[in-house]
């Protein structure tokens, strides 16, 4: 039986061949091959398959005969992101706003998100939330990190590390894919990506792989956000005390996404991830399954992402 994705790809690029619209674009159409040609024809009478079919516009995609391309190809860039420090009402969150100020050099110097076009300027705030969170604006175009984030990552980042050195910098990259993550949700807002799941395993699936673009150093910072989730995760005792109404995934199921993802980027190179895995896991399986969703994900996101950046 012909499977809605199947049907769906099919359908949209018989379409292709006859009425082009603003979403594709046809090249070459003098260059179409008669035997392609006669497969649409073949395919449309019933007298070969789906897949010899789907096979047929594969080729025409691959050698350029039929290009897709992105609605956002001629963005213009307009906006900057920039830092605001707000003083919080509660004296105690001082020290961590000073913390903040004297430990920026990660948001402006480790990425290239000012790389990034923007329609209008982004501010990234610190502030006192009155919650341990960070989010984004919609609707004043913002990305805020609170300072109760900050603190009760220091706080976690120092169960998992001895020197005052090694927390800061655990701090920063935890912070810093923090920023990652509220930038895909800022992003989904500006330029009306589509998402088709959930969103939050949406964004944190591409702070991850903009972090796995940053070799060693953004490794490190995944697995300072993984330690994070491993914390969270190791503090439910009972499944009743799972937040099955919540928006995001649960915390170990974050955890072990970051770690699907930086073993699928590099397996050779991170195959010790496996030992994370519980003892009766089918390693095997989860392995393939990781380089799978990795390469898939990062390619979906990169068709999006890749004219946003200067």
């Known amino acids: 039986m012909l499977s809605y994705k199947n049907g769906f790809f099919i359908f949209m690029f018989s379409f292709v061949l006859i009425f082009p619209t603003s979403a594709f674009s046809q090249t070459n159409q003098s260059n179409i091959p008669d035997w392609v040609r006669n497969t649409a024809y073949w395919w449309s009478q019933g007298d070969i398959s789906d897949s010899e079919y789907k096979n047929a516009m594969e080729f025409l995609i691959e050698n350029g005969i039929i290009s897709v391309s992105n609605k956002?190809?001629?963005?213009?860039d307009v906006g900057d992101f920039y830092i605001q420090y707000y003083q919080p009402a509660d004296p105690y969150y001082n020290e961590?706003?000073?913390w903040a100020m004297e430990n920026d050099e990660w948001m402006v110097n480790l990425s290239g998100i000012n790389g990034i076009k923007l329609p209008y300027d982004v501010e990234i705030s610190f502030e006192q939330c009155d919650e341990v969170n960070a989010f984004y604006s919609s609707q004043y175009k913002s990305i805020i990190l609170c300072y109760e984030l900050i603190l009760m990552t220091r706080d976690i980042q120092s169960m998992y590390f001895d020197s005052e050195e090694d927390i800061r910098i655990a701090v920063q990259?935890?912070?810093y894919e923090a920023l990652l993550h509220e930038l895909g949700h800022a992003l989904i807002d500006m330029y009306n990506i589509p998402i088709?799941?959930?969103?939050?395993?949406?964004?944190?699936?591409?702070?991850?792989?903009?972090?796995?673009?940053?070799?060693?150093q953004g490794v490190k910072a995944l697995y300072a956000t993984a330690n994070w989730y491993d914390y969270w995760g190791s503090q439910v005792t009972d499944v009743e005390q799972l937040p099955y109404h919540d928006e995001h995934s649960f915390d170990k199921q974050r955890f072990y996404s970051i770690l699907c993802f930086v073993y699928g980027s590099d397996p050779e190179t991170n195959y010790d991830l496996v030992n994370y895995l519980p003892a009766d896991s089918d390693?095997?399986?989860?392995?393939?399954?990781?380089?799978?969703e990795y390469d898939k994900i990062s390619n979906n996101w990169n068709y999006f992402l890749d004219p946003l950046w200067n």
Do not use: F, H, P, Y
């Open 96 to 98: 961590i706003m000073q």
């Open 196 to 216: 088709t799941g959930k969103e939050e395993d949406a964004v944190d699936q591409l702070s991850t792989i903009i972090l796995l673009t940053e070799g060693q």
């Open 72 to 76: 956002n190809q001629n963005i213009i």
């Open 283 to 292: 390693v095997d399986r989860w392995a393939s399954l990781c380089i799978w």
């Open 173 to 175: 990259d935890s912070m």
